[in-house]
Structures are given as structure tokens and as C-alpha cells.
């Protein structure tokens, strides 16, 4: 199947500080990303659609001043967690879909660890 | 809107034993169906996808769910379980057209015991 990378996998960073995590499709061209956290033992929540060229579209509740994402080329879309707190601590997913899928098949990358000290 | 309901948060067989985790979904429109496995702090692998055509889905890992539109059912089924399928997994519904987001069920525990 498709390949979804996302780097890093564990990052550690202080309080107020910001933190970019981005995620690549290798192997395929997605003009559509998503991005979405997981607290532990629980599902994945989606934050919001990445769309190449275009504003993410945020799900209600997530602040999109806080979580920026950007979406520059049809391989890479970056989470960028500004002025982290411990709550901000978590498991963050991004997923793309192969456009040729019919389907709508999403590929997930391999997660990244947040952890706000 | 749309919403999936996986009942069981935590399922325990014996190793050799019947697996089945279940999934019901909710939608207005025609949905597309998926099943993913989650094993310890890495991302998500897809098992298998319903999206048209054959109710009876096979996927990788001997693994197989089942559509059915009567009871809004989309179970996961394997017939012999392994050490190797405990993990976590999740039940996932989406509108039946392309790049829209996936929606995921709560997710259920698979213990597998010797």
C-alpha cells in the first residue's frame, strides 16, 4: 500500500515553546492530508482537513491558531503546535489519501509522540 | 452525520478461538466501511475496506468483515486467532466520496491468551 511518513516520531519540547511535525507521502501525490490526535487508550479525534494550496479546514473545537498547519506541496503538510503545554502532550496521526484509490482509502503515518515538559 | 459504535472495548479469546469484534455504523448516505489495526505506539494498518460490490470483505492477516446493510453491521471476523493479533482496533465510517475524512469508532482491545 501507500507509504505515509511522518517525522519525528518522539519529540520532547518545554512549556511555551513551539513544536513542527510534518508528514510526507512518499510514495504518492495527496492534494488532501489530515491530521489527528490520540489520547492514550482512546480513539483518534480528527483536528482538521489539510488541503494542498489551501487553508486547513479545522474541526469545531480544535484552535487553529494554536495547531497551524500548513500544506505547501502535494507530499508534505506540517502540524505545528505553538506555545505548547502539557496538555498539548499527546499522539498526533496524519493520514493521506492515494488518488488512485477509488475508495477512499486512507494511509496512516506512524504517529508522533508529543510530550510538553 | 456519521458515527460508528464498536461494542466492547476489550475482547479476550484464546489463542486458536473465533475472533469477532464489533461494528455498527450510522450514516444517511451510502458509506464506505473500513477496519484498522493499531499495535502499541505506532500509526494505523488497514485490514480491510468495504466500498461497493461484494458485502463479504477479505483482508490481510486472515481477516474478513462482513456488510450488512439490514443491521447496519460491519463485524471482524478471523477464525483462528494468534499471539500476534492483540492489538488494538478500530472501526471506521465515511461518506462514499473521495478525500473526505474517515470517522472512527471508539476502538476495541483484542487480548490473546495461551
Known amino acids: 500500500g501507500a507509504v505515509v511518513s511522518q517525522h519525528p516520531s518522539w519529540v520532547i519540547c518545554k512549556s511555551g515553546t513551539s513544536v513542527k511535525i510534518e508528514c510526507r507521502s512518499l510514495d504518492f501525490q495527496a492534494t488532501t492530508m489530515f491530521w489527528y490526535r490520540q489520547f492514550p487508550k482512546q480513539s483518534l479525534m480528527l483536528m482538521a482537513t489539510s488541503n494542498e494550496g489551501s487553508k486547513a479546514t479545522y474541526e469545531q473545537g480544535v484552535e487553529k491558531d494554536k495547531f497551524l498547519i500548513n500544506h505547501a506541496s502535494l507530499t508534505l503538510s506540517t502540524l505545528t503546535v505553538t506555545s505548547a503545554h502539557p496538555e498539548d502532550s499527546s499522539f498526533y496521526i496524519c493520514?493521506?489519501?492515494?488518488?488512485?484509490?477509488?475508495?477512499?482509502?486512507?494511509?496512516f503515518g506512524e504517529g508522533s509522540w508529543l510530550t510538553v515538559v | 452525520a456519521q458515527s460508528v459504535t464498536q461494542l466492547g472495548s476489550h475482547v479476550s479469546v484464546s489463542e486458536g478461538a473465533l475472533v469477532l469484534l464489533r461494528c455498527n455504523y450510522s450514516?444517511?448516505?451510502?458509506?464506505?466501511l473500513f477496519w484498522y489495526v493499531q499495535y502499541p505506539n505506532q500509526g494505523l494498518q488497514l485490514l480491510l475496506k468495504?466500498?461497493?460490490?461484494?458485502?463479504l470483505v477479505k483482508g490481510i492477516n486472515g481477516f474478513e468483515a462482513e456488510f450488512k446493510k439490514s443491521e447496519t453491521s460491519f463485524h471482524l471476523t478471523k477464525p483462528s486467532a494468534h499471539m500476534s493479533d492483540a492489538a488494538e482496533y478500530f472501526c471506521?465510517?465515511?461518506?462514499?466520496?473521495?478525500?473526505?475524512?474517515?470517522?472512527f469508532g471508539k476502538g476495541t482491545t483484542l487480548s490473546v491468551s495461551s
Open positions: 450514516s444517511s448516505v451510502p458509506p464506505y
Open positions: 468495504y466500498t461497493t460490490g461484494a458485502t
Open positions: 471506521a465510517v465515511s461518506p462514499n466520496q473521495a478525500g473526505t475524512a474517515l470517522i
Open positions: 493520514s493521506a489519501r492515494a488518488p488512485t484509490d477509488s475508495g477512499n482509502t486512507i494511509y
